[in-house]
């Protein structure tokens, strides 16, 4: 592109960059770079000699530019931004007003960082991401390419976070999270230290999940949830809103927990068991695989263990070992110890006439 000789040239002509232009008539200063284009910047701004700046790259007031920066062909830094040492920006990236880049930073191509946002040393941002204002990013995160991630958003240090994640406005993301590609995470929600996310996982509005916990791939979380620590959910779980899951719990691939159920510590539910609304169901229960149905309402008691492809009906009370295959008429009340569980012949005997009861 020729050299424009006079400003009105520079404004009028159609293939002049907008950036470019709007330096221009802000009467940014016009410099040479390394290798012969040309950028703009405000007043005052201080070029280190090891700076590699490309053409048609704008930098505005009160920019602080370090040693051994690079900046893509077309990039906006806007006022009052300061990038650190080694930091590199690729091509047509805007960076807005006020923002703090750490030291070894990689900024991609096309990247869009809105006002005040905070990213730490080593950090990379992958081409194509859009972040929101105020969002604050650890060190040593990586988020790869075309994600978008909202405004008020704290991601810790080594997080990952594959390509197209979206993170709706003031989620927390802790540190050692990894995130696969294609994750959906609603506002306001919380993912705990060293939490691990399967890709295309939907994870709904004001949900916590606990530190450490396993998550697999295309689950779908409702709002409300609440997942503690070390917790692991396997693939194409179903988790409906308002939920809450204790500690240590596993639930198989392709099960379906139910709105406001609420399950105990160390409980285990196989796959393709499908658990209905508003139950309880206690700790250290045990649930087969194979298609068991638990309807809503149902209290499942502490130490149970429910058996395949069992059918248990809508506000039944469980309190012991229910059989595989077996159907429990809905309002039950049924109460079966483990014969391996009982102290006497005697105390089997007794239990087992209030159960013929």
Known sequence: MPEPKTVPHVVDKADIPENVKEAVVSGYKRHKNYDGGTYWTAEYIKIPESAKIYKNVIIGPGVELPEGIKIGMGSTIGAGSKIGKNTVIGKEVYIGENCEIGEKAVIGNEVELSAGIKIGMGSTIGAGTKIGKNTVIGKEVYIGENSDIGEEVVIGKDAKIDNNVTIKEEVIIGPEVELSAGIKIGMGSTIGAGSKIGKNTVIGKEV??????????????????????????????????????????????????????????????????????????????????????????????????????????????????????????????????????????????????????
């Open 208 to 357: 916590y999940i606990g530190e450490n916990s396993d998550i697999g791939e295309e689950v779908v979380i409702g709002k409300d949830v609440k997942i503690d620590n070390n917790v692991t959910i396997k693939e194409e779980v179903i988790i409906e809103p308002e939920v809450e899951l204790s500690a240590g719990i596993k639930i198989g691939m392709g099960s379906t927990i139910g709105a406001g159920t609420k399950i105990g510590p160390g409980t285990v539910i196989g796959e393709r068991v499908n658990i209905g609304e508003n139950c309880e169901i206690g700790e250290e229960v045990d649930i087969g695989e194979g298609v068991v149905e638990i309807k809503d309402n149902v209290i499942i008691e502490k130490g149970s263990k429910i058996g395949e492809r069992a059918y248990i009906g809508e506000n039944s009370t469980i309190d012991g070992v229910v059989e595989e295959g077996a159907i429990i008429k809905p309002g039950t009340y049924y109460r079966k110890k483990d014969p391996e569980a009982y102290a006497s012949r005697k105390e089997f005997e007794e239990d087992l006439k209030l159960f013929k009861r």
